[in-house]
């Protein structure tokens, strides 16, 4: 099964780029990575999604190396308003398309 | 605001009794999926469904059952509740390609039912 894992907390100062790493060692042929971003009580809000090599949007790049055993979000110059909870997810097609969460890296920006 | 809306946003119980938490998707969305959050336990897929039909399923207990109706809301049964069972229950819906792979789907999130057992 695909077992995702993430550092648990990281902080940053505002400016700065964060770069958060998810493992999925076990990620099959057909599975994306997605990362979400969640805020106290409110649900998880997509941020970025890839396959391989690199995707970029207007908030925050995605880095896949070519065995796809992990992947890095960035978030380039970060503010106050990015303190959240950052998760992974990826499915996996060899286990009937379960989907799996890694446990969230709590990243706290500070002035 | 996703445009997925969850009711209720609250709800206290007690042990062994049943209740049942509903889910309405974003217009035009076929897909819905279920996710419980606990602290210990992080998010947790529960089940998903496309236009009616169980598509995958995760980590859902035998007490725990969900559907999908033909106007596309969907409804997670929970019984037997235990203490365990208290967690932010999320519901997720996403345009859902028949031909795609769940992983390849934006989801989009409600706000949550906060379920308390006690």
């Known amino acids: 099964l695909a077992k995702t894992t993430q550092p648990i907390s990281m902080d940053s100062y505002e400016g700065q780029e964060v770069n958060i790493t998810c493992s999925h060692n076990?990620?099959?042929?057909?599975?994306?990575i997605t990362w979400y971003q969640q805020f106290p009580s409110q649900g998880p809000r997509f941020i970025i999604q890839?396959?391989?090599t690199k995707v970029t949007n207007e908030v925050a790049s995605l880095f896949i190396p070519a065995d796809r055993k992990s992947s890095t979000l960035s978030l380039p110059r970060v503010s106050l308003s990015d303190t959240a909870v950052y998760y992974c997810?990826?499915?996996?097609?060899?286990?009937?398309?379960?989907?799996?969460f890694g446990g969230g890296t709590r990243v706290l920006v500070k002035p | 605001d996703s445009g997925v809306t969850q009711t209720p946003k609250h709800l206290i119980t007690a042990t062994g009794q049943r209740v049942t938490l509903r889910c309405s998707p974003r217009?035009?969305?076929?897909?819905v999926y279920w996710y419980q959050q606990s602290l210990d336990q992080g998010l947790q897929f529960l089940i998903q469904y496309y236009n009616g039909e169980e598509r995958a399923k995760g980590n859902i207990l035998e007490r725990f059952s969900a559907q999908q109706f033909p106007d596309l809301h969907s409804e997670l049964n929970l019984s037997s509740l235990e203490l365990g069972d208290s967690a932010l229950y999320f519901c997720?819906?996403?345009?859902?390609?028949?031909?795609?792979?769940?992983?390849?789907?934006?989801?989009?999130f409600g706000p949550g039912t906060r379920l308390t057992v006690l």
């Open positions: 997720a819906s996403s345009v859902a390609f028949a031909s795609g792979f769940p992983s390849t789907d934006t989801q989009y």
């Open positions: 890839g396959y391989k």
């Open positions: 076990n990620i099959a042929t057909n599975d994306y």
């Open positions: 217009s035009g969305d076929l897909s």
């Open positions: 997810l990826v499915g996996d097609s060899a286990a009937g398309n379960k989907l799996t």
